[in-house]
């Protein structure tokens, strides 16, 4: 019975965790190396290009959502641009209702929400996790979203396959006063 309790998207663990979520963030994990780093001046999105087969093009990684926002993800990459889509769609919302362009705030929340509801109602929860950066009326943003809808602001993230590599990387040269410059 517990196998099949597994299977079955709405049902908890033993610990009290969604088990759907923990596949989506398990495949999260096995994504591709993608960074976020901010600084007072700029944000940078990175993401790895895994090889693909001989005469393949690889995937696009790094998307424009709006003209002061950027974003990228990991997990799997139909989920990543599913999840994109979502957030243009929301940007271009926002521009048309409001004739402002959208705060990287507000489009995270929106992405949380959306990314919630797939948690609920016995549906598959997305299998991507995104970083949104941009710059708006707060100054410069960096925030990750997961699977669960849980929203992360901070300096640096890393997700992915090598993601603790990555971050402790990361942590060894970050300073925020860093510059475009600065090679």
């Known amino acids: 019975m517990a196998t099949e309790m597994g299977r079955m ?15 989506a963030l398990q495949a999260v994990s ?17 993401s790895q290009v895994k090889p693909t087969r001989p005469l393949m093009e690889p995937a ?9 926002i950027g974003a990228t993800g990991s997990g799997y990459i139909g989920d990543v641009t599913t999840l994109l889509d979502q957030v243009r769609v ?21 992405l949380s929400e959306y990314l919630h509801e797939f948690t609920m109602y ?16 707060l100054g410069v943003q960096l925030i990750q979203v997961d699977p669960s809808g849980t929203t992360f602001k901070g300096s640096a993230f890393a997700i ?10 990361i942590v060894k040269g970050y300073r925020p006063d860093i510059s475009v410059d600065v090679g």
Do not use: C, W
């Open 90 to 110: 929301a940007a271009q919302r926002h521009r048309i209702v409001y004739d402002e362009p959208i705060d990287v705030g507000t489009l995270s929340r929106n």
């Open 9 to 23: 998207p709405f049902f908890y663990n033993q610990e009290g965790r969604l088990v759907q979520v923990d596949y």
């Open 160 to 169: 992915g396959q090598s993601a603790d590599d990555a971050l402790e990387t």
């Open 60 to 68: 696009e990684k790094v998307f424009v959502v709006d003209d002061h």
């Open 122 to 137: 016995a549906v598959r929860p997305f299998g991507a996790s995104v970083l949104l950066a941009g710059i708006d009326h």
């Open 30 to 46: 096995r994504g591709s190396t993608t960074l976020g780093l901010k600084t007072k001046d700029f944000a940078l999105l990175s």
